[in-house]
């Protein structure tokens, strides 16, 4: 199969157009061994195949008479118009005969023994069904004698003078009844069938344009199937409850399904040429329009039968260079890209314009005399309307495939939005509750700068007047608590880092007159664990209170506060070389630190020996690991 | 005193004043020259005297102290000014150093790191507290994003961008490190230490310069014409 979306090479061009030309060919060639002429032997024919002619004034063929009389007498007709006759005398023979038409255009009336059998046009009545055979009893019941009866006349009606006739056989019953069995399938069955594939077809891609309203080839085919169907139809429906004339002219105005296929191709390609669009429609209707007027005229006046005949070769010939102007666009677009689905289109368009000609020069030019009894584009039809419709339910299913992919990969970025919008929601919703925080840390921060701080450092300055050391120290104690706290409540001090940064540089300066050697060891990746502001302030305490204690009771030198980090904790670890903490001293300091440890969930642990002491905090954290990411 | 260090002191709170002008006047070669509760009373108290320091509360009833040290700093830029601070305050005191000061001192600070503070800033150097470390940094990083065109030029220290060693010093500080600790930690001197930190402060304060000279013209520091 080719389905390579790439420009042609010179070996696929030369296969289409080989495809292009053969495929008419070899439809044609077919339709030759169906089409096959009546098995009915030629000396049946009262009126030559394959032949129409109007015979207004004249008779039809050698073999009719012009019946100058009133025959039969008193059997004029109800028609309140003069009627011309024509006798046609029958062989004298005994064996019954079968009379029948294969075509007849309007207005003729057909007698045999004083009996209508047949009536065509406006006096139509159901007398007669087309290719289906009239029995004629050529023997007089009375006399056994088939002498002056083995004669039919038939009545032209002067208002309608381009009356044709053809086909016309009377032949020994079994051979017409044979005859006509085959030719009914041929001829109008099988163009029934046609038909039925077409409106089916016509149907579904309906049904696809009002699923899919944003393409509009899907439409324009439609709508093609429709008109294309008509024109199809007025050969095949002979009864139709309708006027005959008006009938034609539906046929006419039906050719325009080639303007509708042009609409078509261009939206097929998504071609843009609607200024040719615009010409070949208004050119088309003008024809129609003309034809049909001229077809209107000729009906009442013979002298316009033949300008009649050449508008409507012209209109065919019109209708024919729209068909050659589609063909052009298939090829284009095939040119531009080679793939399955451009290929067999222009094969396609190749089999309606090559049987386009042969039907063209088979109705408009018959002294070329191309062989065949009908019109093959009723047949062919098939062959272009499969490939049209077969590739629009492709296109159909892959747009249909594609809209589905689009809507699920649709659902899933809906998906993702709502996802990414509901972290942002809790990410904002977050946001503000930091911001509330922050906003309530920062007045109260102010308020106990501006207020307590203030008032603290105040009764420390009046304090410095009496000579009280311990309410001094107490004092200082307090302002420096509460500098822990607004400094762990603080907006800005974000971190365990910053803390303890804050708590060294203010600590620090105090030690260093206690002739204390503080050493810090802060772990660069202990600092950074973020903490909920309670455990900051916790930790800080604990550190205060083992800083505190060691200072005052410990009697060593050497003080060593190390924070660090282990796996899946933060450890935190007061270390000084003095003589252990007093036993009253571990009580209470001891008991205010565990609290403070389990508080924030973690635990505290003192080692005392006379070497020294250490007091250790661990704190568990959230591991890499147990995050997902 | 006469050759003693003439301070002037602008403290509303009464007792917290009187603490200070004590332990001031406490400590040998200080001597507390005018004191204020008051902006309007430092203002015009100010024009009375030559101070060799300033120690400025930010918070006085009638105003906010920044445009006198600014005003200030713009007219006698060779007179230290040192914040008086509480705590948690650290926006403020840099505000404070933006505009011009030089340090800060903590209200409850024992005699001995408050003389300390005011050699320090008369000897060219400058206290620093890790939290004005850390928001210093982090505006030089936020200058840093915006960088000038390279071929602005750097003048009289007027450049707001600070050198690799003034960083450093900046980070030690950042970390709770005492000018000590700096100065083992980089290998340099104690005082240079603090020299840097004086830099830092002044390109800080530079930035606001021209807005500086506008607010001393506002305060009647400095005549337009200056």
């Known amino acids: ?629 | 005193m006469p050759g003693d260090i003439q301070i002037f002191v602008l403290e509303d709170d009464e007792q917290t004043r009187q603490s200070l002008v004590r332990r001031l006047n406490a400590e040998p070669g200080f001597s507390v020259c005018a004191s204020a509760g008051t902006l309007a009373e430092g203002v015009a108290a100010l024009k009375e005297t030559t101070p060799d320091v300033l120690l400025v509360d930010l918070q006085l009833p009638d105003g906010n102290a920044t445009h006198l040290i600014a005003a200030h700093s713009a007219s006698a830029p060779h007179v230290p000014v040192l914040v008086i601070s509480v705590f948690g305050d650290e926006q403020r005191v840099l505000g404070a150093i933006e505009a011009g000061a030089q340090g800060y001192l903590l209200k409850d600070d024992a005699g001995e790191d408050m003389t300390d503070a005011i050699h320090q800033v008369l000897a060219g150097e400058a206290p620093i507290s890790p939290a004005i470390a850390r928001h210093l940094i982090r505006r030089y990083q936020t200058e840093r994003a915006t960088p000038l065109p390279a071929s602005a030029p750097a003048t009289d220290g007027g450049d707001a961008i600070l050198s690799e060693r003034e960083l450093d010093v900046l980070r030690m500080a950042s970390k709770g490190l005492t000018y000590q600790e700096t100065a083992k930690m980089l290998d340099i001197s104690v005082n240079t230490v603090g020299t840097y930190t004086r830099r830092v402060y002044q390109k800080l304060a530079v930035t606001s310069r021209a807005q500086a000279l506008f607010e001393a013209r506002q305060l009647g520091l400095m005549s337009a014409d200056e």
């Open chain 1, 1 to 629: 199969m080719i389905d390579r979306a790439e420009a042609p090479t010179r070996w696929q061009m030369t296969v289409a157009w080989l495809l292009f030309a053969l495929a008419p060919v070899v439809f044609l060639a077919m339709m030759y061994f169906l089409d096959q002429p009546y098995q009915v032997p030629d000396e049946y024919q009262v009126f030559p195949s394959a032949y129409q002619k109007s015979f207004a004034h004249e008779p039809p063929t050698a073999g009719w008479k012009p019946s100058t009389g009133v025959w039969p007498a008193g059997r004029s007709g109800d028609e309140p118009f003069t009627s011309i006759w024509y006798r046609y005398d029958l062989p004298k023979t005994e064996e019954d005969r079968a009379f029948y038409i294969v075509f007849a255009t309007a207005s003729l009336d057909i007698w045999h023994l004083g009996e209508r059998l047949y009536t065509s046009g406006p006096a139509k009545r159901p007398l007669y069904e087309d290719n289906k055979p009239i029995v004629l009893s050529l023997i007089d019941p009375q006399t056994g004698d088939a002498g002056e009866l083995a004669a039919v006349y038939v009545r032209m009606m002067r208002e309608y003078p381009s009356t044709s006739l053809s086909w016309v056989y009377i032949a020994p019953l079994q051979l017409a009844l044979r005859d006509s069995a085959e030719s009914t399938i041929f001829y109008r069955t099988l163009p029934l069938v046609m038909l039925g594939i077409m409106g089916a077809f016509g149907f579904l891609v309906a049904c696809m344009f009002l699923v899919r309203r944003d393409q509009p080839a899907h439409g324009w085919y439609a709508l093609m199937m429709l008109l294309w169907s008509i024109h199809t139809g007025h050969e095949l429906i002979a009864d139709i409850p309708f006027d005959r004339y008006l009938w034609a002219c539906v046929s006419y105005a039906s050719l325009t399904w080639l303007v509708a296929e042009l609409y078509f191709v261009n939206r097929f390609f998504d071609a843009r040429a609607p200024r040719l669009e615009r010409a070949v429609t208004l050119i088309s209707v003008s024809v129609v329009i003309a034809l049909v007027s001229l077809a209107s005229l000729a009906s009442r006046d013979v002298s316009f039968h033949d300008l009649e005949r050449t508008m409507r070769t012209v209109t065919n010939i019109w209708f024919g260079s729209v068909a050659l102007v589609i063909t052009a666009r298939y090829w284009i677009a095939l040119r531009q890209r080679f793939d399955f689905e451009r290929f067999s289109l222009f094969i396609a368009s190749g089999v309606v314009l090559g049987i386009g000609v042969r039907d063209l020069g088979y109705d408009s030019f018959p002294s070329v005399g191309l062989p065949g009894n009908t019109f093959y584009l009723q047949y062919a039809v098939l062959i272009p309307l499969s490939m049209f419709g077969v590739q629009l339910i492709r296109r159909f299913a892959r747009d249909s495939r594609m809209a589905e992919l689009r809507s699920s990969e649709l659902e899933r970025l809906a998906d993702e939005r709502a996802a990414a919008l509901e972290k942002t929601t809790q990410r904002l919703s977050e946001a503000e509750r930091r911001r509330v925080l922050a906003e309530e840390r920062a007045r109260l921060m102010r308020d106990m700068h501006d207020g307590l701080g203030g008032q603290l450092v105040q009764a420390l300055a009046l304090s410095e007047q009496g000579e009280d050391p311990d309410l001094q120290r107490s004092l200082r104690g307090a302002i420096d608590d509460l500098r822990l706290i607004v400094d762990s409540l603080s907006p800005t001090e974000d971190g365990l880092g910053d803390l303890l940064a804050s708590y060294r540089h203010r600590v620090g300066k105090l030690l260093r007159r206690t002739n204390f050697n503080v050493q810090w060891q802060f772990d660069e990746d202990a600092i950074d664990v973020p903490l909920p502001a309670n455990a900051n302030l916790s930790i800080l305490r604990i550190i205060q209170e083992a800083v505190t204690n060691a200072v005052r009771h410990s009697e060593g030198d050497t003080l060593r506060v190390h924070v660090s980090r282990g796996r899946d904790h933060l450890e935190v670890a007061i270390t000084d070389n003095g003589i252990g903490i007093p036993q009253d001293v571990s009580e209470r300091g001891l008991n205010n630190m565990r609290v403070r440890a389990i508080e924030i969930g973690g635990a505290l642990a003192a080692k005392s020996s006379d070497a020294g002491s250490t007091v250790r905090l661990l704190l568990p954290i959230a591991t890499d690991d147990a995050d997902p990411r």
